[in-house]
């Protein structure tokens, strides 16, 4: 899981295999975006989740928002190489709903090897 | 997806000198961020930006940070005079719509301050 304090996760996985990230947040948002961000590189919007939204597909990702106990979830089907990366949570702690504050989580280390 | 530019990609500057980091956002874009990454820690929000006013920033956008998009050109932000801890990753960000929307990002502009 990644927020708050917690040092940067890290997952090691096989070509192929599942996997799941887990993103918990302590303030009220509508939204929670989820980003990938390859070394030396600037985060790349992957799937954004709204608050009346349970469940949101993207491909080989699934995402998930609980607003009741506030987490949220990425999964990564049948992953591939390709797929190494650093992946962050985010939500809009924007002072009011017309701009936009985004507060990240740590991240989690993704690396998948063959 | 859409694109947003930084330069320089690198700047190396010493202490209490000037710096100006520029960011060319997505074209018909209206909303401006910047974030700041230190080395091994999560990204972190210092300032949106709308029809030329700073809408909230945060405490670490200090006294000495400005931004500025003048006449549609690059959207900047200066640092004057900087200081050791200014010392990050400094990524601009641009979203068309205000509130809880897609933030598309730059690579980042990579600040060493001596």
């Known amino acids: 899981s990644q927020w708050g304090e917690e040092n940067l996760q890290a997952l090691s996985i096989q070509e192929g295999e599942d996997v799941t990230m887990n993103c918990s947040y302590k303030t009220y948002t509508t939204v929670v975006h989820w980003y990938r961000q390859d070394s030396g590189r600037g985060p790349a919007l992957i799937i954004l989740?709204?608050?009346?939204?349970r469940e949101k597909r993207s491909g080989r990702l699934r995402a998930t928002l609980d607003t009741s106990s506030q987490s949220s979830s990425l999964s990564i089907t049948a992953a591939q190489c390709e797929d190494t990366a650093v992946y962050f949570c985010?939500?809009?702690?924007?002072?009011?709903?017309?701009?936009?504050?985004?507060?990240f989580g740590q991240g989690t280390s993704l690396s998948v090897v063959p | 997806g859409p694109k947003v530019l930084q330069i320089p990609s690198h700047q190396i500057i010493d202490m209490g000198q000037m710096v100006t980091l520029n960011c060319d956002p997505v074209s018909n874009h209206l909303y401006f961020y910047w974030y700041k990454q230190i080395l091994g820690q999560q990204m972190e929000f210092l300032v949106n930006f709308y029809n030329g006013k700073v809408m909230e920033k945060s405490k670490l956008f200090k006294d000495q940070f400005s931004v500025e998009r003048p006449d549609g050109s690059y959207f900047t932000l200066k640092i004057q005079p900087t200081a050791l801890e200014d010392s990050a990753v400094y990524f601009c960000a641009s979203s068309l719509l205000g509130g809880p929307y897609e933030q598309y990002f730059g690579p980042g502009t990579r600040l060493t301050v001596l």
């Open positions: 989740i709204r608050s009346n939204e």
């Open positions: 985010a939500t809009d702690a924007g002072a009011s709903s017309s701009f936009s504050k985004l507060v």
